[in-house]
C-alpha cells in the first residue's frame, strides 16, 4: 500500500514536471558501476550523465517529451549488467543505453541487449580494442559508439611519424596485455600501409628482469627503429637491452612511458633520439563550459576520469535523438554522426547551446556540437580521435617536440583508411 | 641469429648455474630442497646495491667492464652477510624445525622464510627497479655472429673459475671431503670424529655466498628487483635436479641447458612463453629421471 501510494506519487510529480513543458517522458538509460571495482569513479560519472540531461530538459527536452535519466547499478560483473540494460530496454523502454565502464560488462550488453533490441549505446569509458573488432566485422550494427579514444588513433599517429622520418623497417616490442597488443597490431597495420616494413612483432610479459631474448628476437632483420610498448619500469629495460646489443637509437615509445622514472633509468643521453606519443590536454570554450556548469551543480571541479566523456556520451545521444525527432534506438544511431563532425553551426554544452541546437533543429540546418571533450568525429567504427603530443628528451627532461590537433589525427586516419 | 641465441643461452645459464651450485650443495647436505635459497640471491644483490651506495664511486669502471674496484668490494661483503643471513635463518628457523618435526615442515618453513626475507628487502629498499650502474654498456660485435656484453663474457669466466675451485675444494680438502661424507651418511662422519655441525656451516657460507655472487652478477646485467631471485627458483630447481641433487658438475650442466633451452625456445614459442620452459623441463626430467640426468645415486655430493 505504501508502496503504491510512493509510485502514485511519483507518477504525479512526473505529471505535473512534464506537464509544464511536454506531455510525454522518455526514459533514457545508463549502466554504470555504482558498486564494484569501479564504484570509485562510477557515482561521479552518473551524475555526469544526470547534468547533460537535466540540461536538456531545461532547454525544453527532446523529441516533444521530457527525458527521464534511469541509472542502474552494473556492480562490475557482465550478467547484472546485461539485466540491468535489458530492464532499461524492455521495461523502461529506453531507446540508448549510455556504458557501461568496463568492456568486460560494456561487450556483453552490447552483443545481447542492444544490437537484438536495436538500440543505440554509448560508452563513456570503455577503451577496448575488442569493440572496434566488432565494430569492423559489423557485429555491432552501426549501433556503438564510444566519446573516449581508443589506442588506435596513437598507432596510426606514430606510425605517420616514422614514415615521414624516411622509416622503412620498424621491429615492435609490446607488452603482452590488451593495450600492448592492440597498439602493437595499429601500428603494424598503418605502417605497413604507408609502405613500410615491420620486420619483427615481439610480445614480451611484464615484471622480468631481463628481456635479451626478446630484445635479440627483435634485432633479426636489422630494423631500423623500434615501436616500443610498454609500461615504464619494463620498457626501460627493454629500451636498455635494445641499445646494449646494438639496436638503433631511433626509438618510438608509446604513451605509457611518458614519465621521469623511465627517463632516469634509461638515461636521458641514449633517449635524445627518442620519440614518444601521448593523449594532449583539452582546453577550450566548449570545455570550460561544461567545467562551469559542473563546479556550479556539484561545487567542485570536475576532475576524475569519464566525466567529460560522459556527459559528451549522453549530450550527443540527446542531439541525436532532437535529430531524429523520435526516440527509436536505430534512428538515434543514424543521426550521430549527423550531429557531431560535421558542417554547421557550433553547439556548446549547456542550457544554452541546447536550446540553439532545437531551433536549428526545427529549421532544419546544420549544426555540429563541441563537447566537454572538445570536437568529436566517430569513425566508421563508432570511435573518436583526440588530440595527441609528442615528446622527446632534450636537456634530461621530458620535452613536447609537437602536438597533434584533431583535424590532424583525423588526416592521418583517413590517409590510412583510405 | 642461431649463435646468438647460443651464447644468450650459454651467458643466461652461467648465472643460473651458479645459482644451482649453491642450492645442490644445500640439498644433499641439509637434506632439504630450501626455497629461501632465491631469496639469498635477491639479498645478496641488494646488499652490494648497499654498499655501493654507501662508498659511492670513487673509482670509475674497469674498461671494457660497467663496473670497478668498487662493486668487488660490494660483492665480497655482500657474500659475507649472505652468509651470515643464510647462518642466522639456520640458527632460528631451520635447526630448531629440523630437531623436532618432519622434513615436510622444514620445507614449508622455507617457504616461509622466503617471503619474510623478500618483504623485508621490498621493505628497506622499495619495489622500484634499480641498476649498479646506469651507464649503458654497449655489447661488442664477436666475428660478426653475435654480440655480448663485456660484463657477460666476465660472468662466464666466473663461473668456470668457480666450478673448477670447488671441484678441487670437494675433491682434495678435508672439509670437501666431510661435506660428501656427510651427504652420504651423516652419522658416520660423527663416528670417524669430525664435527658435523662445522659441516653445515660451512655448507650455508659457501652456498650462501655463491647465491650472493649469482645475484651481483645476475643484477649486473638485468634491473635490480625485490622479485629477481623469486623468479630464478624454478630454472634453478630445474638446474639442480637436472643435473642430480649434490652433484655440483651436474647443476652446472643443468644450468646451461635451461638457459640453452630457454633461449632456444623462441624459434618454436613466442618470446612471451619462455618462462614455461624451465618448468616443462622441470617436468620432463621429474617424470623420465628423477635421479637427474647423470643417474647420480641420491643425495651425494661430487
Known sequence: MKKLLLSSICALGAMTGSAMAQDCEIAFGSVLSLTGPNAAIGKAIGDAGQLAVDQFNEAGGAAGCKVRYVLRDDQGQPNVGVDAAKSLVEIDGSPVILGSIASGVTLPILTSVAVPAKVTQISCCSSAPSLTELAAEGGTDGLWFRTLPTSRPQGIVMATLAHEAGLKTMAIVYVNSDYGVGLARDFKEAFEKLGGTVSQMIAYNEQQPSYRVEVNAALQGEPEAMFLVAFPADGATVAREWISFGGSSKLYLSNAMRADEFVHAVGADILVDAVGIDNAQISGESVSSFDAAWEKRFGSAPNGPGLHTMYDATAVALLAMEKAGKPNGRAIADNIRTVTGGEGEVILPGVEGFTRAKQLVAENKPFTYVGATGPITFDANGDVNGPYLIWGVKDGKLTTIDTWDIPRVDAATAAIEK | ?302
Do not use: C
Open chain 2, 1 to 302: 641469429m642461431l649463435f646468438q641465441v647460443l651464447a644468450d643461452g650459454i651467458l643466461t645459464g652461467s648465472i643460473i648455474a651458479l645459482g644451482a651450485i649453491g642450492l645442490t650443495l644445500t640439498m644433499s647436505v641439509l637434506r632439504f630442497p630450501n626455497f629461501a635459497h632465491a631469496e639469498l640471491i635477491t639479498f645478496g644483490a641488494y646488499i652490494a646495491l648497499a654498499v655501493l651506495g654507501l662508498t659511492g664511486a670513487f673509482m670509475g669502471p674497469l674498461a671494457p667492464l660497467s663496473f670497478g674496484l668498487p662493486l668487488i668490494l660490494a660483492t665480497v661483503v655482500a657474500m659475507a652477510a649472505t652468509a651470515v643471513l643464510a647462518l642466522l635463518i639456520d640458527r632460528l628457523v631451520y635447526r630448531k624445525l629440523r630437531a623436532r618435526s618432519k622434513k615436510m615442515t622444514v620445507v614449508f618453513g622455507s617457504f616461509g622464510v622466503s617471503l619474510l626475507v623478500r618483504m623485508s628487502i621490498l621493505l628497506v629498499f622499495g619495489g622500484a627497479a634499480t641498476y649498479y650502474s646506469t651507464a649503458l654498456q654497449r655489447a661488442i660485435r664477436v666475428g660478426g655472429l653475435f654480440r655480448v656484453m663485456p660484463d657477460q663474457v666476465f660472468t662466464l669466466g666466473l663461473t668456470i673459475i668457480i666450478v673448477v675451485g670447488l671441484h678441487l675444494f670437494l675433491k682434495f680438502t678435508r672439509l670437501g671431503l666431510a661435506m660428501r661424507a656427510y651427504a652420504e651418511n651423516p652419522q658416520l662422519v660423527g663416528i670417524y670424529g669430525y664435527d658435523s655441525e662445522r659441516v653445515l656451516r660451512w655448507t650455508w657460507i659457501i652456498g650462501a655466498a655463491l647465491a650472493a655472487l649469482a645475484g651481483v652478477l645476475y643484477g649486473l646485467t638485468v634491473q635490480i628487483r625485490p622479485e629477481i631471485g623469486f623468479h630464478l627458483l624454478l630454472p634453478l630447481f630445474a638446474a639442480a635436479i637436472m643435473g642430480g641433487v649434490g652433484n655440483v658438475h651436474g647443476a652446472v650442466l643443468g644450468g646451461l641447458i635451461v638457459g640453452l633451452a630457454e633461449s632456444l625456445s623462441i624459434y618454436l614459442i613466442p618470446p612471451g612463453y619462455k618462462m614455461a620452459v624451465p618448468f616443462l623441463l622441470l617436468l620432463l626430467i621429474l617424470y623420465l629421471r628423477p635421479t637427474g640426468l647423470f643417474g647420480s645415486a641420491k643425495g651425494a655430493v661430487r
